[in-house]
């Protein structure tokens, strides 16, 4: 099934910079290779960020998805795109013999003429474009984020200084994510100091309190890192791995299409829970 979720990135104008006829893969690519500063970002070995499989070389349909599974391939390939842009790639389990789902994927794809090109941490950090600051723009608080938690010489979220009872910031979240937030209540009733990682961040949760935020939130975290929120004194919000990490496929997408107003764009919901 493709369809468009509740928490569709906030529409960022730009001025196309680009040539207006159909766009070749390797237009699209070296544009967003450029956008995400793509060189510049480090990533776990896995990502492989990138065009990870190429096609003929003719784009006219995207479509988004969070994984490059075997169900959201056969739905890019049933829609008739070109292109797949995803957040987690094909290759997370490094080297591998090309057989069973990999092989099933790979040869759908290519039966189909689609590309894949998948961005992890350069997805996630982009001040513009990025899971972390689309998901902060989603939950409509006024003070401006600022960068958060170094890592490798870059941050990998957002932060910033709020006033907001803790409830009324649980259904902003739920109506952001289009999910209903787990909370551990470690912290105070209201929040002032918030921070953002989108996806996984809850196992670094000791080295997060000792930024001075009250309150953390992200995708998911290991069992221990609700019980060690409450022994820090941290309010620690799971909003789900999958649900944020839409925002930032759906606003590349998106990001293409405004550059090349040919291009026709969609979004593959295949939520894993988590």
């Not at 608080?141 to 910031?169: N, S, Y």
């Not at 890192?225 to 839409?246: D, F, K, P, Q, R």
Request: aromatic share 8%; glycine share 10%; with cysteine.
């Amino acid at each position: 099934m493709v369809s468009q979720r509740s928490n569709d990135p906030v529409e960022i104008p730009f001025a196309p910079r680009y040539a207006l006829a159909m766009p070749e893969l390797t237009d699209l690519t070296r544009a967003a290779n450029d956008w995400l500063s793509l060189d510049a970002i480090p990533d776990y070995p896995g990502a492989i960020n990138g065009l990870q499989l190429e096609n003929s070389g003719q784009v006219t349909k995207i479509a988004a998805a969070v994984d490059a599974c075997l169900p959201v391939i056969e739905q890019a390939c049933a829609a008739g795109a070109n292109l797949l842009v995803v957040h987690h790639g094909l290759f997370w389990q490094g080297a591998q013999r090309i057989e069973g789902a990999l092989y099933r994927k790979l040869k759908l794809a290519m039966d189909h003429d689609l590309a894949i090109y998948s961005a992890h941490l350069p997805l996630d950090v982009h001040p513009e474009l990025g899971n972390n600051a689309l998901l902060y723009a989603a939950l409509e608080l006024e003070p401006a984020a600022r960068p958060f938690f170094p890592w490798k010489g870059m941050d990998l979220g957002v932060r910033a200084t709020v006033e907001i009872p803790r409830e009324e910031l649980l259904a902003k979240v739920a109506a952001a994510t289009g999910t209903t937030p787990h909370l551990c209540p470690g912290g105070p009733a209201l929040v002032r100091e918030i921070g953002i990682i989108t996806g996984g961040a809850g196992s670094q949760i000791h080295d997060l309190a000792a930024t001075g935020i009250d309150t953390f939130l992200t995708g998911e975290g290991p069992h221990w890192s609700y019980t060690a929120a409450e022994e820090l004194g941290i309010n620690l919000i799971y909003a789900g791995h999958y649900a944020t990490e839409t925002f930032g496929v759906k606003a590349l997408a998106k990001r293409w299409a405004a550059e090349w107003p040919g291009l026709e764009v969609s979004f593959i919901d295949h939520p894993t829970g988590l």
